[in-house]
Structures are given as C-alpha cells and as structure tokens.
C-alpha cells in the first residue's frame, strides 16, 4: 500500500515536471517568474514546501494512505469504525510523518530556480483543476479499488495465491 502511495506521489511529480517543461519551451522569452514570488527569498525547503503544500500533497498522502484501511475494514460493513481507523492511520503515520522526507527530495532532485517554476505552476487554474481530477478519480475508483484489494486479501489468506520460495523463505525469518 504505501508503494502505491510512492507511485502516485511520483506520477504527480513527473506531471508537473512534464508540464512544467512543455510551458516553459512554449514561451517565446526565458521563463520569468510571477510578481508573487519574484521578490521573495525563500530558501529551496520553503520552496518545496511551497510546491507540496499547493498541489495538496498532504491530503493525498492521506487519502492515499487508507488503503491500508480498506485492506483491513470494508467500509460499508462498518462504515463508522472504517471512518475512525482511517483517521487514527493519518494522525498516527500521516502525512506530518513523511513531510520533512518529501522536502528533502525535492530539494535534491529540483534547482531553486526549477522549484520555483513548479510553485508557479502549480497554482496556475489548469494545473489545479488536473490536481482535483485525479483526486475526485482516485475517490470515485474507490468502491472497484476496495473490492479488488479484499478478493486479493481473502485469496492470500485462503491459500489461492502462493508465494514464491525466496518470499516465503524470507517470511519465515524473524523480524529484526
């Protein structure tokens, strides 16, 4: 489950990188920056919080997160206790927890300059709308996404889905 949430935060990265990059070749003069940032020094950390904060990476971290919720709780057999568990996930592993590693990779993969495009970017209409979407799709996708991850629970746990030697081996072997 968080592999998935690795996946989709990556997937919303190269999109605003790739659009980041197709606005920047379309303009017929260097990239100039927007008069809200121009005259403001933020540091690359300010900046790629910036970015995160704007793109609302936070509530799809958590939203993302439950997942591992709908694997365990089928929310319309329980809706209440699905609601409550998923809550006590994002305050006890959300996103406060994995904020500071997002800043760090941003500021390693991304140039002051290149984080600033992205922040600008990333407030732009069009790229807002496409950041909704996909949310409003994963939730739409939700019903589908939880009967498929409780068919793959319940044939791991009846026995239907095998793992391999090397898997089982290694799940064999005591916790560190």
């Known amino acids: 489950m968080f592999n998935l949430q690795s996946w989709r935060s990556r997937w919303l990265l190269v999109v605003c990188i790739g659009l980041a990059a197709c606005t920047a070749n379309s303009q ?3 990239f100039q920056q ?4 121009g005259n403001t020094v933020q540091s690359k950390s300010e ?3 910036a970015v995160l904060s704007e ?3 936070a509530q799809h971290y958590d939203l993302y997160l439950g997942n591992s919720v709908d694997i365990t709780v089928a929310p319309f057999t329980r809706p209440k206790f699905h609601a409550w568990l998923q809550g006590i996930l994002a305050q006890q592993a959300g996103w406060k927890y994995a904020e500071s590693k997002y800043i760090v990779r941003l500021e390693a993969t991304f140039s002051e300059a290149e984080l600033k495009e992205l922040l600008t970017l990333a407030k732009q209409p069009v790229m807002k709308k496409l950041l909704q979407a996909e949310v409003q799709a994963y939730v739409d996708a939700a019903p589908e ?3 498929l991850l409780q068919k793959v629970w319940n044939d791991y746990n009846s026995g239907r889905i095998q793992m391999p030697p090397e898997v089982l081996k290694e799940a064999e072997q005591p916790r560190k």
């Open 145 to 147: 996404r939880r009967k």
């Open 34 to 37: 927007s008069s809200a940032i």
């Open 55 to 57: 793109i609302g990476i």
């Open 47 to 49: 900046l790629a919080r």
């Open 28 to 30: 017929p003069e260097p």
